[in-house]
Structures are given as C-alpha cells and as structure tokens.
C-alpha cells in the first residue's frame, strides 16, 4: 500500500465511523501535510482517491468536505426503460397549476416548490444596481434595445460565457423574461403546431405545457439520472420521427437532477447535427455545480450553430427579477424576431440593473456561497430521508441543483400523497407532472432549496410517515 | 342673433383672418367676460358653439385652445368600403420588420415609429419609486405574485378603473409584459391554431403578427376614422363564420385613430354578446384623448364578462418598463395560466416601482400634460401636410393618440416612399403593413408623437417632394 493509499484509508475510517460527519471540512493541503509529517503532493493524492471514491468532495476556493454520499444512502434510481417513446398530445396542465398553487402560501413547506429560498440571494446588492442603473438611463435606449436587449448586459453575458470557454458573440445573445421565454421562443422558431418535439421522461413540466399550448406533440426519451437522456434510445427515435427538435437539460435537468457527462454531450451534439435537428439546450441550473468548475453546455459542441442555449439569473442571482435569454445560432433572427411579436422587450430597468451588477463584481462570490449552502442542505435533505422513509426508497444523488427525485416502492401513489400532504401542509411535486403519459406514480421531486431546521426536518418526517402508512393499507 | 352667436363670430372671424393661430389658448371666460362686457355664460355659450363647429378645443383644466381643424385642413379618409371580409392566412412580418428596423436609430427621423419620443416621460420621478420600491421589495412576493402579478399595482390599476367609472376587481387583473403580451395571452386563452379572429382594416400590425405566429387567420372588417368598425359588415360576418375571437381599438384605433362612439361600442358588445364572441379590446392610447374625459371602453357595456381589456404604461408613463395588464373577464383564469407557461411574472421590482408611482400621485397631471403636448404636436404636423403634402391627400383628425392615417393620390406606393424615404433618414409605416391583404398601397401612418421643429419640418418637407415627383412620373 502507497503512501497516499494508507492515508486516503486512515481519513475513509474515521468518516465510516462517524468520526468526521456528513459536510464536515476535510484539514487543508498544507494542514494535513504539516500535521501528518507527510508531503502536500501525498496528502493531494490521497484526497483524489477519496474524492474519486464519493466520499469527499471539493469546493472552489473552499476546500474538501465529507459528502452525504460517505454515510448510509438510498440506492439509485433504475433508468426507466420502459418509457413509449410514441409521440404523444400533452395535457398536463391541470395537475402542474394544482401543485404551483399550493406552493404560493408561505405556510406550506415548499418540497414541491420549482424555486429555492428566495433570501438565500444578495437582494440588498441588487437593489443598489436598480437604484443607481436607472437613474442614468438613456431614454432612447428603450428603443434601440428592441428585441435584443440591454447591449451591455448581452456583453456581460458574453463574457461569463468566455470565462467558461465559450465564444458567444453578444448579438448571438437575445434577452428574454426568463429563461421560461427564452425556451418558448426558440421552440417556435422551429416547431409549428402538429410537430414532434423530442423531450426527456420524466421532463421538467414546464416543457411540457409549452408543447401543449404550442399544438405540438412530444416524443419522450428515457433519461437517466446520471448519464442524462438515453443516446441509444434517441438515434432510434431520430431514425424513425422527423421531429423539429430535441429540448433538454444537460446540467441538473429538472427532476432528475442528472448531469450527462461530456463525452455524452459531445455524442449528442452530434448526432442531433446528423440529422439537421435543432437543440434546445435549457441550462438553467448549470451555474448550481457542486464540484471544481461549471460544467459544459451542449452549445460548446455545436459546429453548425444548431444548439440554442438558454438560461437565466432566476435561479441563481435574481429571482423576480424575470430575465434569461438564449444564445440562439443559426435562429437567432427568429427569435428576436418572435420576441417582437409577443413581449417586445423585458424590463428596460431591470437589465440595466443586471448589467451594472455584473460588471461590478461579487457575482463569483455570491454563487459559490449559494452552491455550498446547496450542497450542505443536500447533505441534510438526503439523510434524513435515510432515516424517515420506508427502506426500498431510493433517490438521486445529483451533484448540483436543489432537486432530488425519489422513487417510493411501487405501491405508492404520489399523487395521492400529495393531496394527503398538501392537506398537513406539506407540498411535493408528485411524479406525473413530469410527463405527458402521466407516468412516475410512485416518484416525486422534493425541492432541498430551502434551509435545513426543525420545521423542514418535522415534515420530512411526517412525509415519512404518510407514505409508510400508505404502505400498510396496500 | 343672439349675444352669444355674435361673439362667437367675432372670434370664428379672428381665427379665419390668422389674427389667433392653431394652438393659441383664448381668454378665459372671467377674462372675456370681463373684457367684452358679457355675462360668463354668453362668453361660455359662445365657446361651446365654436367647440361645436371644431374650431377650438378645450383641454381639460387649462381653458379652450384654437384647433387644427379651424385652419386648412386636408380632407379626411372615406371608409374602406371594398375590404375583403374573406379569412386569410396572414403574412405581414417581413414588411413589419423591416420597417421596425429602420426607425431604430437616432439619426432618422421617426415618422413610421410606433412610439413616441421617449424623453416626454417622467423618467426621473419613476427612477426615484424604482430606487425606494426595490429596497422594500419582500423577498417572498416574488414566488405569492405567480402569474397574476403584484397585488399593490392590481389595485392601483383597479382604482384607475374605479375612477373612469368601471368597477373591475383587482383579481380580474393579470399584470403583463406590457399590452403585447395581454393581447397575445387572451388570444391564446380563447383561440386555436387554425381558428378565424376578426381585425379591423386597416389593423394594428401586431395584431396581424400575432395571427401568423399563433397559426389563426384574420377575418377584416373594414373600419371607419371617424365611427371603428362598420357594425353592419360585423354583423354579416358574424352571422355567416364562427369566429373565435373579435379584437379591436375602439379608442384611438392605430393607425386610424378613430374613436368609436359611446353608443357604437354598445351595439358592438351586444351584437358580440349575442353570438358569444369574445371581445379582445386594446385600449394602449385611451389615456391619450384631447377632449374633457377618458373615452368609456367597451369593457363597459360588458355584462357577460366577454370583454377582455388590455392596456398598459407603454404609451403614456413609462416606456421600456415592459408593464401592461388584461382584465379578462371570465377568461381570467385561462390568462394566468397561460402566463404561467410562457413567462410567469413581469418584473417583481419594475411592477413594484410602477404600484408606487401610482400610489403617490403626479400620473393625472403627467398625462394632462402630455395630452396637451400632442394636442399641439398634431395641430403643427397637420398644417405641415397641408403645406408640403400635393392636392388630393386626405388626413384623419384623430381626437387623440399620436398618428395620423395618410391617404395620398392613388397612383403613390407607399412601400417605394418608404424605401426612398428611408434612404434619405426618413422612415414612414407604408399602409401594406396594416393589412393582411397587403392593402392601403397610397397609405400611411404618420406618427406625431415627436417634437415639431426644423429637422421634423424639413423631413416633411422633403417626404412632400418625394410624393410630388412620384406623382409626375406616373
């Protein structure tokens, strides 16, 4: 055994143990070398191995913590294999607008909830921006920044784009009300109603209302929760369906939190560019990372401008704030071009305040403390549902995000769960909201956005104890 | 005759001669009365008798002012009686566009714009409710506001209502990104690709926009500058096709102007209630009028809760702030909803910097103002086509709003104007693009909404010679 092997060995010991805990801080480089009499290359070592192993985890600028994964874990879910990729109508709306309005009261423990804590964001810093932005407005910028956006902002944009290795022109760059308009408006840039579209299953349902109220019918692709959508799957549905794009989400899609690993990316950028079909590449949650570097997108593979790249700042700086956008490619002029006909513009005020934000630093900072605080509640969410769900639950362990998708034994309904919980004042996303055959029964996605306390940990619990209860009575 | 007709001779006689010009404000009446040694109420009789006869106007809170129409006028538009009431699938984008483009930059003079000069707002006063609003902002109103928007600004727009005399509760209201969207939001709440929606003709362009892009076809009803929509050829279509939806401008129609009567709307809504249309009622200029009082809008004959209203700030407060609403009748729901899976929210601090504004005061006399501002605007731009434009041009006379409805001999193109035009830094919006018949080819919008001074004068002047030599060649 090296060196390094014995140490990795030694630190494994004392986290089985339970000696050092679930986001406990691992000693620095320089510590562990002083304190161990051992060289820093050696201690460096030593952690890779355990890093490799899922047992720490590092953090930018931070340094390594004991991840939830080094205690007891429910199992993975399976891919499911079984999804009917036959396309389909959509009609999921009922159930989606049953669970976002429950969400809206501040008494109910958001579980279900599509967004994390909204104190957890620098409003007050924020606020500043708005405040001196829009005193030196140009009023005739109002009209030059028609359909496009806030020049400066699209510029700041490009440059987050540069700093993670991507060359977006800023007139690539369309300025949306989120990134939920950005999505909207590339897909009808491509598709007309009565056309496939190629989704994922289970899909965030945001997805899936768009193709309902656009007419358009989706063809849904397995998607695992680490490898992202099933390639094999897709190639057959490319062969066989002409459809007028594919809509994903490669980093920490929505709800399975999966991130596809970059080969599989560059794969499906690929193909996608084989048979001419356009991407819709939505990567909201991509700036919500828990390792060393924000992952890639699809769009770094893109050759031929057919990868559109959507994101916004709702859920990671400014939500309420209401602007995303897509880097478009080749449909760039469509989707400005759609932005004029249906919202013109977003909030002039708004950009400028984002822009100046931008510009001024502290962006970096902010994130990294957000991606800690949601890693650290991960670690809590996940164990207690170790502790207080039945055994045979198992769950995702994404490494970003604040989404977990938990798949309960097969008796449970989640959509029954849900009107018993809602009614104990506890909301959660149940399975069939995320797909258009209304499939998932006995999943559900469970929102660790939200601070990890009594109250939070209380409903888990008694979340625990409905679906045990249920498994009774079956 | 009596006192009072002789004295309003003496003044019919002083505007003929040119002894008081286009915009000047007459005496009050204390002043007259004083002066000419009548009794107040000869000095008003005889005012009302010259309103009458259109040679002046009084303004709200600021006395009577000497019109455009007491000097030489063109004559105005004859109805369109040949309109094609035929469905049709729509194509105007490109056109549109191109047009939208032109006018964006500062250096060409903004005759085709849509928008009116964007310094005549109180952009300050807004920046300071933006700056105070913002620091105040709840955290937590971003996620209770959903779809139907901020709760402060529903209400403020609800007392705006109450104050024009229509009681719409703050839950019939569903903030927007500016009218644009509440148009296309209860379009797509009562119609389906494929379906048939009556316009005017000429029609607003974007609403020939959001047909084609929404896969509907337009059924035109020819409109009139004076009266809006031909009621009779409405009925005709009603009883003959099964539309989906009506959408029309009874105040202020662009780019007529036209101002539909009290009595007109009411038979509208009562023949559109009969068949059970839905009534999308854009009312962007009603705040604009030149007269005493806010023309009523259809939303006031409504009793079926059929008549979805729209409107925004866009036009009269605050441009760029992207904030408009629809107050959807019995379509409410479907209109939130659609919100909720197109773009959620507007923009938390941009509706809570807006609910401020209003709350404080100042809007009432920021739009007296800016009335009157366009009032004299429209006064010298009309006298500038009488002047410079070529016998034979006829002009509407809108009673308010910022456009004026062109017709030029008919041998003239518009669409070669434009491209001669806008050679020369001038841009016009050619009659082609209100018309999903490509239509109105010797007509076109001209906006007033832009300060009359040499450089305006001088584009007028030039565009008179453009017109003038096309003349000769044909």
Chains 1, 2 share one sequence.
Not at 22 to 34: E, H, I, N
Not at 110 to 120: E, H, I, K, R
Request: with cysteine; proline share 6%.
């Amino acid at each position: 055994m090296k060196r390094y092997e014995a140490l990795a060995e030694e630190i494994a010991d004392s986290i089985r143990t339970g000696v050092m805990k679930t986001g406990d801080r691992l000693p620095s480089v320089r510590q562990a070398s002083t304190s161990r009499n051992v060289s820093p290359s050696t201690v460096f070592e030593a952690y890779y191995l355990l890093e490799a192993r899922g047992l720490i985890r590092a953090r930018e600028r931070s340094g390594y913590y004991v991840t939830a994964g080094s205690q007891k874990l429910p199992p993975e879910p399976e891919i499911n294999l079984h999804a009917d990729t036959r396309t389909k109508a959509v009609d999921v709306s009922e159930l989606v607008f049953e669970v976002l309005e429950s969400i809206k009261s501040r008494d109910v423990t958001p579980f279900g909830s599509a967004f994390p804590d909204p104190t957890l964001f620098p409003l007050q810093r924020l606020a500043k921006s708005m405040a001196s932005s829009v005193r030196k407005m140009d009023p005739w910028s109002t009209l030059e920044d028609l359909a496009f956006g806030n020049a400066n902002l699209r510029r700041q944009i490009a440059l987050r784009y540069l700093s993670d290795g991507l060359q977006i022109q800023p007139d690539e760059i369309v300025i949306t009300n989120g990134a939920m308009e950005a999505l909207n408006l590339c897909l009808a840039a491509v598709a007309r109603p009565g056309d496939s579209v190629i989704i994922e299953s289970p899909a965030f349902y945001g997805a899936l209302q768009a193709l309902e109220r656009a007419g358009l019918r989706a063809i849904e692709v397995p998607t695992h929760p680490r490898q992202g959508i099933d390639l094999a799957v897709l190639a057959q549905v490319l062969e066989r369906s002409r459809p007028k794009a594919c809509w994903l989400m490669t980093n920490f899609q929505n709800p399975l939190g999966s991130l596809m690993p970059d080969e599989r990316k560059q794969e499906l950028v690929e193909m996608l560019t084989r048979f001419e079909v356009p991407l819709i590449e939505d990567d909201v949650y991509g700036e919500l990372y828990f390792g060393n570097k924000r992952p890639v997108s699809a769009k770094a593979f893109d050759t031929m401008g057919l990868v559109m790249h959507c994101s916004s700042f709702s859920k990671c700086l400014a939500p309420g704030y209401r602007i995303g956008w897509a880097a478009a490619g080749r449909y760039t002029q469509s989707v400005a071009r759609c932005k004029m006909t249906t919202t013109l513009a977003a909030s002039a005020p708004t950009q400028a305040a984002l822009a100046d934000y931008l510009s001024k630093g502290g962006y970096d900072k902010h994130l990294r403390q957000l991606r800690n605080t949601f890693a650290d509640y991960q670690s809590a969410y996940m164990q207690a549902v170790v502790k207080y769900f039945p055994a045979g639950t198992r769950s995702t362990r994404p490494d970003g995000g604040y989404f977990l998708w938990i798949e309960l034994p097969d008796a449970i309904d989640t959509l029954e769960l849900h009107r018993q919980a809602i009614a104990l004042g506890i909301s959660i996303a149940p399975g069939p909201m995320f797909s258009a055959q209304r499939g998932f029964r006995n999943c559900m996605r469970l929102n660790y956005g939200h601070p990890w306390n009594g109250r939070t940990e209380e409903a888990l619990k008694v979340l625990g104890k409905l679906i045990q209860a249920k498994q009774r009575t079956v």
